[in-house]
T-cell receptor
Framework: QKEVEQDPGPLSVPEGAIVSLNCTYS??????FMWYRQYSRKGPELLMY????GNKEDGRFTAQVDKSSKYISLFIRDSQPSDSATYLC???????????FGKGTRLHILP | DTGVSQDPRHKITKRGQNVTFRCDPI?????LYWYRQTLGQGPEFLTY????????KSRLLSDRFSAERPKGSFSTLEIQRTEQGDSAMYLC?????????????FGPGTRLTVL
């Protein structure tokens, strides 16, 4: 079992829909949780960064962490065609600077 | 542009040749990371530096790979005797110990194709 599991998709939704992206993990020591967006042939761009459990909201994006279930989510409201990209969940332990990434979920927002 | 920059953006080489990539981090960042990403996978950690010291290396970093950060600013990643399995996107990221150290910012990557 990989440390971080993420459904690769692709996930296709109509413009304006709410998108839900998820990851599960096995390492209970993870405390830092991130979501990156990666456009084709580009580097990952940090979208959301959270510490421990709870919710964080930034504009149309909401990140949720449920440490009891080892489950994290990213919600995108009012999705736009420009949101079409690969979304990577990532996490790390305190004191360990390397980030462990999921495989990424390819998202297509249909106009 | 004050983000992380990488050079070259693309490199095509023949098997057995040596290649070197460069990364320039965000200027105030003292930590620099190298990752490798293959098609359909997330980035995988290779190594990282704090200032000029290389603090951790992954088992993925075979002895054909070497990374340096001689003055604590830019870094180079060299691959000797390239193999077709080395074809991947090589990503550089940087962060600062002055903020949450896991908040890493990535460059555009160098795409390597080994023929």
């Amino acid at each position: 079992q990989k440390e971080v599991e993420q459904d690769p998709g692709p996930l296709s939704v109509p413009e304006g829909a709410i998108v839900s992206l998820n990851c599960t993990y096995s390492n209970s020591a993870f405390q830092y949780f991130m979501w990156y967006r990666q456009y084709s042939r580009k580097g990952p761009e940090l979208l959301m960064y959270t510490y421990s459990s709870g919710n964080k909201e930034d504009g149309r994006f909401t990140a949720q962490v449920d440490k009891s279930s080892k489950y994290i989510s990213l919600f995108i409201r009012d999705s736009q065609p420009s949101d079409s990209a690969t979304y990577l969940c990532a996490m790390s332990e305190p004191g360990d600077d390397k980030i462990i990434f999921g495989k990424g979920t390819r998202l297509h927002i249909l106009p | 542009d004050t983000g992380v920059s990488q050079d070259p953006r693309h490199k095509i080489t023949k098997r057995g040749q040596n290649v070197t990539f460069r990364c320039d981090p965000i200027s105030e960042h003292n930590r620099l990371y190298w990752y490798r990403q293959t098609l359909g996978q997330g980035p995988e950690f290779l190594t990282y530096f704090q200032n000029e010291a290389q603090l951790e290396k992954s088992r993925l970093l075979s002895d054909r790979f070497s990374a340096e950060r001689p003055k604590g600013s830019f870094s180079t990643l060299e691959i000797q005797r390239t193999e077709q399995g080395d074809s991947a996107m090589y990503l550089c990221a940087s962060s600062s110990t002055g903020t949450a150290s896991n908040e890493q910012f990535f460059g555009p990557g160098t795409r390597l194709t080994v023929l």
